[in-house]
């Protein structure tokens, strides 16, 4: 399936807010935004458990937080927080080298010991089902199980530069794994389970932190560190529709809509405001499809997003 967004002819910088997520846009700027607001179903407070999030609340988690390793535009591995990886012993033990110019949002250095605090904290509180390559790594098990220290029976270990995991078994899809959101940094992960309530006390590893919620809009502030050609403040908006948004996406109040509706796709199209986008998402519907009671050119298939 394809995921449908559109765009608005004055989006400025839209890859600040979709850089380094599960889906990168690069649009030409033509007018330097300071914020830029982007429309979605709902704003959710748990973000615990980033695996069971759709991906537009992914999107949040990747702008806020960053991972060892992320997908870039064309979906190649890139580092991130992470210069370089070491793979040794046939693909048993990986030696990620950690930046020296990484920071949280409140200045403060980003460290190995961070790194492997937060994962950690994953190992216990995000869903088994999303962490498959993390439970590969060796003791990573028993210790969600309840049983041994992390420190000394988890292969994960750290040094004053380098982080170090060692698997079970050989993975060949690990790293790849590893830029999943669910893997991105973030400090104190059992706050995140009340966004809403916990926001400010948070410090974030990302290029943006939250710096306002409510119950129908969260609004991220670009961190200080971070390049300052980003757009300065994303404004994430829910809308009770499709077309509630696209209302507003006509008079400016949106940048940009995801699945605007199907009336509206050839005229957007014409006006170069549509964007396609990989969706990991679908549902298929049948209608007779072994059936003789009608002609087979009147069998259908439908796709719904």
Do not use: H
């Amino acid at each position: 399936m394809k995921k449908i967004i559109l765009l608005a002819a004055s989006t400025a910088l839209l890859i600040g807010f979709l850089l380094g997520f599960i889906e990168v846009v690069n649009q030409e700027p033509t007018e330097n935004k300071k914020i830029f607001t982007y429309s979605v179903s709902s704003v959710p407070t748990d973000f615990k458990s980033v695996g069971d999030l759709d991906k537009r609340m992914q999107d949040i988690v990747c702008a806020t937080s960053r991972g060892l390793v992320e997908l870039n535009s064309s979906k190649n591995i890139v580092p991130s927080l992470s210069e370089s990886v070491e793979v040794r012993d046939d693909g048993l033990e990986y030696d990620f080298k950690i930046r020296s110019d990484i920071y949280w949002s409140d200045g403060s250095k980003i460290t190995p010991k961070d790194i492997a605090t937060f994962f950690r904290e994953i190992l216990t509180e995000e869903n088994g089902e999303n962490i498959g390559a993390l439970l590969n790594v060796y003791g990573a098990k028993g210790f969600r199980d309840g049983y041994g220290s992390f420190s000394e029976n988890v292969g994960i270990s750290y040094g004053e530069e380098n982080i170090i995991f060692r698997l079970n078994s050989k993975d060949d899809n690990f790293i790849e794994e590893l830029t999943m959101p669910q893997y991105r940094l973030r400090k104190n992960v059992i706050l995140w389970n009340n966004i809403k309530q916990n926001y400010d006390k948070l410090v974030y590893s990302g290029y943006y932190g939250i710096s306002e919620i409510s119950i129908d809009e969260l609004t991220l502030k670009r961190n200080n560190n971070t390049n300052i050609e980003l757009v300065e403040t994303i404004k994430v908006a829910s809308d009770e529709s499709e077309e509630v948004a696209m209302a507003a996406f006509e008079i400016g109040g949106r940048d940009i809509v995801i699945n605007p509706p199907k009336s509206q796709l050839s005229r957007l199209n014409e006006e170069n405001r549509l964007m396609t986008l990989e969706s990991d998402k679908a549902m298929y519907l049948t209608f007779n499809p072994n059936s003789d009671s009608i002609p087979i050119e009147g069998k259908k298939i439908y796709i719904v997003q």
